[in-house]
């Protein structure tokens, strides 16, 4: 005589599927997951984006340091196999000083490297487009300095950084805020305002 067995469906064997249940809370716990991780991972790529446009600002306030106080000619260059922007002085090699002086990157400027996701839309020289590729901007010894303005778009940053001609102070222009306020620089002897109480 033979005895049938019992049928138990809380026995591993018997369970080969997930219930309903056990689907929704997974879910839940990844969506819950995935709102708190994913805001973090967006907001350290602006965080950086921004912090990379206030990288390049810095760098075009010293190149207007070094061309009003310094003697020697500096240019703002972007490197077209790496896209690095570079500050350049026109330099004599310490080895050999009889040489005729050459570009040379700045001791104490490092390059910038634009993170990923950031792109350098748009670049004016004295309000003239050149191309974002590669360029050199250069100061002229004994005259004025070109007014530069390079606009930085990505990771929902669209910033303008602009150094006036005449101006060392370096202002940044975001397209979602309004623009700051900036000072015109005016000759007094050319406007005819040099008699002019203070």
Known sequence: MTRARRHNPTSP???????????IVVVVVLAIAAAAIVPRF???????????????AELL??????????????????????????????????ADPDAP????????????ALPTG????EIRKDDQ?????????ASVPGGERPKVEIRLVGHGIDSTVVLPTASPSVFRVDADKPE???????DLDQAGRDREPW
């Open 129 to 137: 487009r050149i191309d974002p590729a590669e360029w050199t901007i």
């Open 180 to 186: 700051p306020f900036a000072r015109d620089v005016i």
């Open 13 to 23: 064997a018997s369970r080969a599927a997930f219930t309903m249940v056990e689907l």
């Open 42 to 56: 967006t907001g350290t790529a602006t965080q950086e984006s921004s912090n990379a446009v206030d990288q390049v």
């Open 101 to 112: 002086p050459e570009w040379r990157p700045d001791r104490f400027a490092a390059p910038i």
């Open 61 to 94: 306030r010293l190149f207007a340091y070094r061309q009003s106080l310094g003697s020697q000619q500096v240019a703002l260059w972007r490197d077209g196999n790496d896209g690095r922007i570079h500050l350049l002085v026109m330099d004599a090699d310490p």
């Open 118 to 121: 950031l792109e350098l839309a």
